[in-house]
């Protein structure tokens, strides 16, 4: 599988860049993240549960951080295993640019699943990895912008962080 899109945050590259590497920035905004751990000179690690259609799992994997050019671009390498569903692994590269008074984010992800998951077809997958991408950038926006309209629970000292970073 293979996607892309691009998303205009309201934010210079340089917040948006350090919110990208946090992980309690990055748990409050994966759909059903449980636990995020690690930092971006070792990579992260983090339980996610999901339901794929009829498929619910609980998802334990890696990601890691390479070709990184601050705060331009990087490619996030990941693998996540879910027991009997199956397992989740591909690699999505992440580029940053000025963009008017905010910070354009383009993103091209490939992907490859197996097991259950894949049994699910090719479309009932797409549309999901579509849906989760959807809803992990607009939380990311909602927390980095500081709005209040995401479900997403950062907390205050997180939230005075991103401010500062803000200017505000």
Known sequence: MKMNDERVIAAEPGVVWAALL????????VP???EMTGSPEEGFEAT???KVGPVKATFKGAVTLSDVEEPHRLTL???????AAGFAKGSST????PEGDGTKIVYEVEAL???????????????FSKRMADQ??????????????????VSEEKKGWL??????
């Open 94 to 97: 992440v580029a940053l640019s």
């Open 77 to 83: 390498t990941g693998e996540g295993k879910g027991g």
């Open 136 to 153: 992990f950038f607009e939380r990311f926006q909602a927390v980095v912008e500081g709005t209040d309209d995401a479900e997403v629970e």
């Open 163 to 168: 401010s500062r970073l803000r200017g505000g």
């Open 48 to 50: 996610v549960v999901q």
């Open 22 to 29: 946090d992980p309690e920035v990055l748990k409050a905004c």
């Open 32 to 34: 059903g993240c449980q």
């Open 113 to 127: 699943v197996g097991g259950k998951l894949a049994q699910l077809g090719s479309r009932l997958i797409d549309s």
